[in-house]
Protein backbone atom coordinates (compact mmCIF):
# COMPACT_ATOMS: atom_id res chain seq x y z
CA UNK A 1 0.00 0.00 0.00
CA UNK A 2 1.05 3.69 -0.99
CA UNK A 3 1.65 5.59 2.32
CA UNK A 4 0.80 4.17 4.98
CA UNK A 5 2.16 5.94 8.30
CA UNK A 6 1.90 6.09 12.18
CA UNK A 7 0.88 10.09 13.10
CA UNK A 8 -0.52 11.39 16.02
CA UNK A 9 -4.35 12.96 16.17
CA UNK A 10 -6.24 14.85 18.56
CA UNK A 11 -8.68 13.74 20.85
CA UNK A 12 -10.65 16.85 22.13
CA UNK A 13 -13.18 16.45 24.66
CA UNK A 14 -15.83 19.36 24.93
CA UNK A 15 -19.56 20.54 25.97
CA UNK A 16 -22.15 18.75 23.81
CA UNK A 17 -23.74 21.81 22.68
CA UNK A 18 -24.80 23.71 19.61
CA UNK A 19 -22.45 25.73 18.14
CA UNK A 20 -19.51 23.88 19.28
CA UNK A 21 -18.68 22.54 15.99
CA UNK A 22 -17.73 25.68 14.72
CA UNK A 23 -15.96 26.87 17.65
CA UNK A 24 -13.92 24.07 17.42
CA UNK A 25 -13.15 24.45 13.65
CA UNK A 26 -12.87 28.46 13.80
CA UNK A 27 -9.90 28.28 16.92
CA UNK A 28 -8.09 25.82 14.57
CA UNK A 29 -8.36 28.29 11.77
CA UNK A 30 -7.26 31.19 13.46
CA UNK A 31 -4.45 29.30 14.73
CA UNK A 32 -3.26 28.56 11.46
CA UNK A 33 -3.90 24.75 11.53
CA UNK A 34 -5.28 23.49 8.50
CA UNK A 35 -8.03 19.55 9.38
CA UNK A 36 -6.72 16.94 7.23
CA UNK A 37 -9.31 14.38 8.77
CA UNK A 38 -12.21 14.62 11.27
CA UNK A 39 -14.65 12.35 13.21
CA UNK A 40 -17.13 13.44 15.61
CA UNK A 41 -19.61 11.77 18.01
CA UNK A 42 -20.99 13.17 21.28
CA UNK A 43 -22.92 11.52 24.05
CA UNK A 44 -24.91 12.80 26.89
CA UNK A 45 -23.28 16.15 27.73
CA UNK A 46 -20.15 15.36 26.09
CA UNK A 47 -18.95 16.00 21.95
CA UNK A 48 -15.54 13.63 21.25
CA UNK A 49 -13.46 15.08 18.47
CA UNK A 50 -10.69 13.36 16.61
CA UNK A 51 -8.68 15.59 14.72
CA UNK A 52 -5.81 15.01 12.25
CA UNK A 53 -4.16 18.55 11.63
CA UNK A 54 -1.25 19.76 10.04
CA UNK A 55 0.17 21.08 13.47
CA UNK A 56 -0.94 19.37 16.25
CA UNK A 57 1.25 21.52 19.09
CA UNK A 58 -0.69 24.84 17.94
CA UNK A 59 -4.37 23.23 17.39
CA UNK A 60 -3.82 21.46 21.03
CA UNK A 61 -2.29 25.26 22.89
CA UNK A 62 -5.46 26.54 20.75
CA UNK A 63 -8.29 23.96 21.87
CA UNK A 64 -6.77 24.34 25.82
CA UNK A 65 -7.19 28.06 25.89
CA UNK A 66 -11.11 27.27 25.34
CA UNK A 67 -10.71 24.89 28.21
CA UNK A 68 -11.13 21.76 26.22
CA UNK A 69 -9.18 18.71 27.27
CA UNK A 70 -7.25 17.63 24.96
CA UNK A 71 -4.88 14.23 24.11
CA UNK A 72 -2.66 13.38 21.66
CA UNK A 73 -2.45 9.51 20.59
CA UNK A 74 -1.09 7.29 17.96
CA UNK A 75 -2.94 6.35 14.66
CA UNK A 76 -2.38 4.66 11.71
CA UNK A 77 -2.94 6.76 8.36
CA UNK A 78 -3.45 4.90 5.47
CA UNK A 79 -3.88 6.44 1.72
CA UNK A 80 -5.86 4.49 -0.89
CA UNK A 81 -7.37 4.73 -3.97
CA UNK A 82 -11.35 6.08 -4.57
CA UNK A 83 -12.22 3.21 -5.70
CA UNK A 84 -14.81 0.08 -5.14
CA UNK A 85 -13.68 -2.53 -2.70
CA UNK A 86 -10.21 -0.38 -1.82
CA UNK A 87 -11.33 -0.16 2.02
CA UNK A 88 -12.62 -3.72 2.16
CA UNK A 89 -8.80 -4.74 1.14
CA UNK A 90 -7.65 -2.80 3.91
CA UNK A 91 -10.14 -4.09 6.24
CA UNK A 92 -9.88 -8.11 5.13
CA UNK A 93 -5.63 -7.31 5.85
CA UNK A 94 -6.44 -6.17 9.08
CA UNK A 95 -8.87 -8.90 10.06
CA UNK A 96 -6.44 -11.60 8.72
CA UNK A 97 -3.73 -10.43 10.73
CA UNK A 98 -5.75 -10.51 13.96
CA UNK A 99 -5.58 -7.00 14.44
CA UNK A 100 -8.83 -5.40 16.30
CA UNK A 101 -9.90 -1.89 14.81
CA UNK A 102 -11.14 0.08 17.94
CA UNK A 103 -11.68 3.54 15.87
CA UNK A 104 -11.76 4.30 12.15
CA UNK A 105 -12.68 7.44 10.06
CA UNK A 106 -12.06 8.89 6.85
CA UNK A 107 -11.51 11.84 4.63
CA UNK A 108 -11.73 12.56 0.78
CA UNK A 109 -11.28 15.80 -1.21
CA UNK A 110 -12.53 13.44 -4.21
CA UNK A 111 -9.55 13.70 -6.32
CA UNK A 112 -8.86 9.85 -6.32
CA UNK A 113 -7.83 9.44 -2.85
CA UNK A 114 -8.91 8.55 0.63
CA UNK A 115 -7.25 8.80 4.22
CA UNK A 116 -8.14 6.36 6.20
CA UNK A 117 -7.26 6.83 9.87
CA UNK A 118 -7.00 4.02 12.14
CA UNK A 119 -6.69 3.32 15.79
CA UNK A 120 -6.32 -0.29 16.62
CA UNK A 121 -4.80 -2.43 19.34
CA UNK A 122 -1.59 -2.96 17.82
CA UNK A 123 -0.70 0.02 15.69
CA UNK A 124 2.84 -0.91 14.66
CA UNK A 125 1.71 -4.82 13.66
CA UNK A 126 -1.04 -2.76 11.50
CA UNK A 127 1.73 -0.57 9.95
CA UNK A 128 3.90 -4.03 9.03
CA UNK A 129 0.94 -5.50 7.68
CA UNK A 130 -0.11 -2.46 5.31
CA UNK A 131 3.24 -1.20 3.95
Do not use: C, H, W
Amino acid sequence: MQNVKIESELEVITPNEPGILGRVLGTLANAGVNLRAMSVTSADQEGRFRLLTSDNKKAEAALRTLGYKVKSQQVLTVEISDRIGAGAEVGALLGNAVIDVETAYASSSGKSTILLVFQTNANKKAYETLR
